[in-house]
């Protein structure tokens, strides 16, 4: 360990000495404003301090947003895509001090945080080529044929605030930042505040591109505090987080009269049908429930298994599971990283043990590791789950997962659809047809085939969301883009008012409008 500014930080990193306390520069507030320690859980140690922002910072950090904003809609969407693609390129070169300011804060595994690091460039390429199309000024059918026409146009909504969370901090700020600067907006993001150090560091990034001053900006500090007033004060708000707190925000963002997406949680089904390798599901269940130690939204928590797979996968998975290696290093070695702190190992231990107090068997981890770090919790997996107990009904967004036996498709499908979440599942199968003819039957606003998550998030052309209390609107595709603009109809007439000419009287007119709307009925069917 060396000791930098106060604040210990692990040797291993290529950080320079100051370099967190510089970040913090970028958030303009009082010199006295109380600030909150940070500490990372890769030792339970402070690594540094963020100012705890107020609800008059909130207030000024949108306004200076707002009023950079006016320029940057002015500027063209090819000016705009320019910049976002020179942060995407620099993102790649920056990736060594990213990979451990995210390593730092959240404790997960390098190939785990590197994942983040990725995504973001693909994200940038994908906006920027498909970007400019989505937005362009589109032609609709006009109310009459050839006596009018209408045209659609996208104007930005103003600033979209974006609430990040702690478990992908680095991605979940910025997929829904991109699309939202590149529609000509402004975005002021609140991270958590066990998180923001990386959300400054892609500040620092972004104003290197050549992204004008204060268009976007962060501001640090408690949730409750900072939350509230950011909904109060922006266009839009774009929030990840716990489906509790999404109500929360989905009925300010009602009452304010703005635009929201939400991505909540979600107790995810893995379905293993009779026709699938054994080997590579318990491979994929591997990749799926413990990546990021199951602090993943979209991770299965729940696995179905045909009975006549069950044994021979449930052996695959216990001994891939049992061969994971738990560590912290700065380094692509370990496996599986670290909780995020306390508080959420004595939740994820808490499930665990009272789904063994009701009679789970227990067939790999269910222990904690001090002896590697603070918060750390081996991968757990779990039979004879009672459907009742908490770890089979609620989410618990660690690296425990249950597995069940079930005799049909049906019976996988019915328990699949068994709860009120609806975000992320895969169906296993040989016959890649069959899967998706499962997956139409899954209440699931994503479905993998032969893959856990990771070729429907990356898929950044499809729209990303959940069904029910996994949230509201998407990420990704034009839809992800979309939500961040206000459609306008400009409608034309050739003829001037659509009413009856002069000298016509209303009897006539109204005949010609009954036999012109029988026609126009007919075309619509028959024509494309």
Not at 286 to 301: D, H, I, M, R, S
Not at 321 to 327: A, C
Not at 505 to 512: L, M
Request: aromatic share 6%; net charge negative; proline share 6%.
């Amino acid at each position: 360990m060396t000791r930098t500014g106060g604040s210990r930080i692990v040797e291993e990193t290529t950080l320079e000495s100051g370099r967190l306390e510089r970040l913090t520069a970028r958030i303009e507030t009082p010199e006295k404003r109380p600030s909150l320690e940070v500490r990372t859980p890769v030792t339970d140690e402070p690594i540094g301090a963020i100012p705890a922002c107020t609800a008059d910072d909130v207030a000024v950090a949108v306004e200076r947003a707002r009023s950079a904003q006016t320029g940057w809609e002015r500027a063209t969407v090819d000016e705009r895509m320019a910049i976002l693609e020179r942060f995407g390129d620099l993102v790649l070169k920056r990736r060594g001090e990213l990979l451990d300011v995210v390593q730092l804060e959240t404790g997960k595994s390098r190939h785990h945080a590197l994942e983040e690091i990725l995504d973001v460039p693909l994200t940038c390429s994908y906006y920027a080529a498909n970007g400019p199309s989505i937005l362009a000024d589109a032609d609709r059918s006009g109310a009459i044929p050839l006596a009018s026409d209408a045209t659609i146009t996208h104007d930005p909504v103003g600033v979209v605030g974006v609430i990040s969370p702690w478990n992908y901090p680095l991605t979940l700020a910025m997929t829904d930042a991109i699309p939202a600067l590149l529609a000509g907006n402004a975005v002021v993001c609140k991270p958590d505040e066990r998180t923001s150090f990386i959300a400054l560091a892609l500040a620092e990034l972004l104003a290197e591109a050549g992204l004008p001053d204060d268009l976007f900006q962060i501001v640090t500090g408690e949730g409750a505090t900072v939350g509230p007033s950011l909904i109060d004060e922006v266009d839009y708000i774009a929030f990840t987080g716990g489906t509790e707190t999404g109500r929360t925000v989905a009925e300010q963002a009602g009452r304010n009269l703005i635009g929201c997406s939400l991505e909540l949680g979600g107790k995810n089904p893995m379905l293993v049908l009779d026709d699938a390798d054994p080997e590579t599901a318990a491979r994929g269940a591997v990749k799926g429930a413990f990546t990021n130690a199951g602090q993943l939204c979209l991770a299965p928590e729940r696995i179905y298994v045909d009975e006549r797979r069950y044994d021979e996968f449930l052996d695959a998975f216990v001994g891939a599971t049992r061969r994971l290696e738990v560590g912290l290093e700065f380094d692509y070695g370990p496996d599986i990283g670290s909780l995020i702190d306390g508080d959420h190992l004595d939740s994820v231990r808490e499930h665990v043990e009272s789904a063994v107090a009701d009679g789970a068997s227990l067939l790999s981890g269910g222990r904690t590791r001090p002896d590697v770090g603070p918060f750390c919790y081996e991968p757990t997996i779990l039979t004879d789950v009672d459907p009742d107990s908490r770890v089979a009904c609620e989410e618990t967004f660690g690296p425990v997962v249950s597995v069940h036996p079930v005799s049909s498709v049906d019976e996988a499908i019915e328990r699949a659809n068994d709860t009120e979440y609806g975000l992320n599942a895969s169906v296993w199968t040989g016959d890649r047809e069959r899967g998706r003819a499962v997956a139409r039957e899954i209440d699931c606003g994503t479905v993998c085939i032969n893959d856990p998550y990771t070729v429907g998030w990356a898929a950044t052309d499809a729209p990303m969301g959940g069904f029910g209390d996994s949230g509201l609107g998407r990420r990704h595709g034009p839809e992800g883009l979309q939500r961040y603009v206000e459609a306008r109809t400009v409608a034309t007439s050739r003829i001037g008012p659509l009413d009856a000419p002069p000298g016509v009287s209303p009897r006539w007119f109204a005949r010609f409008m009954i036999g012109l709307t029988k026609l126009q009925r007919r075309l619509t069917r028959w024509l494309p």
